[in-house]
């Protein structure tokens, strides 16, 4: 195993490695590059791989010499990324790269989010395997290994839930490398479904005796990731810019020309914009927007310090919503469950269940929302699907919603969590914390289609993931990596 003299070389070669990722783009649903790129590389140094039909990337490595018939472990990872761009900055998620910036301390990218989440993952696996033979690894033998990178992971798990079993049913062990703290192992997570609800839009002329037309738009909000910061106590910019409207509509003459805020479903709603009709004057528009933010300053305070509300004039919309469309559309933006719903009854910190509201369109001829609902019970999530088919109904809206994602429950008996212990306790002279979180993982999936299998999940310390300041804490990636390494033989030597 490495000593100190090697923690810059490993560094540096997991940075090499997230670097040709961060050059691809790889936003849920376009991981064809991203999948061939890996398939590729992998083959280049001989290791066996394929991509099965949805776009998986699944490789196979051979046990160290004399260590064959240690049970096959699985180290994990998915391919997708949330591509969040800040407020204003240009940016094409299906064609532009990520922009590295890197620090002393963190790594982040140019106005953008910047897929450690689950790029981290994926660039420490890579570097482990090519560094068995004659790398820095040389001495840390091992079983079989299969290494499983997976498509669309944020955006319903489509990857994990359609891989075939048979690259599953063989493992004993599977190591998740899609966790968010160092030092937190994770033995549990969240189910999720997703929940969409469309409208078709009727759109009428604009009233000729309402002459102000103005651009919203909200900004600043803190965001975050829709399970992990949900019970932070941040402001949902859709929610915010729509109780705005509400205020106008209620004290004037209004039409809603445009609406459209969140960029994600699994990410909390940092910026949103709406075009109007009013008979009020701009100026008037803007003291509506003054009372929003002393509303928002009231309610989450410190949780939301830096929030922009911008009301200038702008071109006369040629189209409007009906006042039928805007009243069902507001209507159900307020009447939405967004945020946390319950606390877990045997861990007061843990979120139980919460629901997101992550996208709100107007665009093209319907009225779309979208909402990631979690639960750490299954049965809740049928809750959730139950309350909004009634509300589509009350509002005239199809809804169509996901396969729910089953929850992922603690096995106390756990072989490979009592192994990372050890080894991280070892390694870093301080215990993790044993954590199950109100967030989705692809684990879940892979233990319904192998109820057998050990699994834990762990990462890198990735701050503010699903934003565009998601940034990485450089001093983890090196710890985390000599963790997977050492338990990899671990699994091998103590069998």
């Not at 649903?29 to 140094?45: N, T, V």
């Not at 890197?102 to 982040?108: A, G, I, K």
């Not at 805020?261 to 990410?267: E, H, Q």
């Not at 914390?433 to 990462?459: P, W």
Request: glycine share 8%; hydrophobic share 35%; with cysteine.
């Amino acid at each position: 195993m490495s000593d100190n003299s090697d923690h810059k070389e490993i560094l540096k070669g997991v940075l090499a490695e997230f670097s040709k990722l961060a050059a691809i783009p790889r936003k849920s649903g376009h991981e064809e590059r991203i999948g061939m790129f890996l398939l590729k590389y992998l083959k280049a140094y001989n290791i066996s791989a394929e991509r099965d039909e949805i776009g998986n990337i699944i490789a196979d490595i051979p046990a160290t010499a004399g260590y064959e018939k240690i049970p096959l472990t699985i180290l994990q990872a998915h391919m997708d990324m949330v591509c969040i761009a800040r407020d204003g900055y240009e940016y094409d998620p299906l064609n532009d790269p990520i922009k590295l910036v890197r620090t002393e301390d963190f790594l982040q990218a140019e106005g953008t989010s910047l897929g450690a989440d689950d790029g981290m993952g994926i660039a420490e696996i890579i570097y482990i395997v090519k560094n068995f033979d004659n790398g820095i690894f040389a001495d840390c033998p091992h079983g079989a290994l299969r290494l499983i990178f997976t498509v669309c992971e944020e955006t319903g798990m489509d990857g994990a839930e359609n891989i075939d079993k048979k690259y599953l049913t063989d493992a004993g062990f599977l190591i998740n490398c899609d966790s968010e703290k160092f030092e937190d192992l994770v033995v549990g997570s969240a189910g999720g479904v997703h929940i969409d609800f469309k409208r078709k839009i009727h759109y009428v002329e604009p009233d000729k005796n309402l002459q102000t037309a103005m651009k919203i738009k909200f900004g600043g909000f803190r965001g975050g990731h829709s399970g992990e910061d949900i019970a932070k106590g941040r402001a949902n910019a859709i929610t915010m810019l729509n109780k705005l409207l509400r205020l106008i509509s209620r004290e004037s003459e209004f039409q809603l020309a445009y609406f459209s805020g969140g960029k994600a479903c699994n990410s909390i709603p940092d910026t949103a914009e709406a075009v109007i009709l009013t008979n009020f004057k701009a100026d008037e528009v803007s003291e509506c927007g003054d009372m929003v933010r002393i509303h928002i300053r009231k309610i989450y305070g410190d949780a939301e310090p830096n929030v922009e509300i911008s009301c200038t004039p702008t071109e006369r919309p040629e189209k409007v919503l009906s006042a039928e469309d805007f009243e069902n559309f507001s209507g159900l933006v307020t009447v939405i469950h967004s945020g946390v719903w319950s606390m877990s009854r045997d861990n007061p910190e843990l979120v139980e269940t919460s629901s997101n509201l992550g996208i709100a369109t107007t665009e093209g001829d319907c009225i779309t929302l979208k909402l990631l609902s979690r639960s750490n019970i299954y049965e809740e999530l049928s809750e959730f699907v139950a309350i909004d088919r009634q509300i589509a109904k009350f509002s005239g809206f199809d809804l169509k919603f996901s396969t729910p994602s089953p929850a992922w429950t603690h096995n106390p008996k756990s072989r490979l969590e009592k192994i990372m212990t050890e080894v991280f306790t070892e390694q870093n002279g301080f215990s993790p914390n044993i954590r199950t979180i109100h967030a989705g993982l692809e684990s879940s999936f892979f233990l319904a289609k192998n109820t057998s299998l050990d699994v834990v999940s762990t990462g890198t310390t990735n701050e503010n993931i699903h934003s565009p300041n998601e940034r990485l804490h450089l001093k983890t990636v090196v710890p985390h990596v000599m963790l997977i390494a050492e338990t990899l033989k671990r699994i091998a030597t103590e069998n």
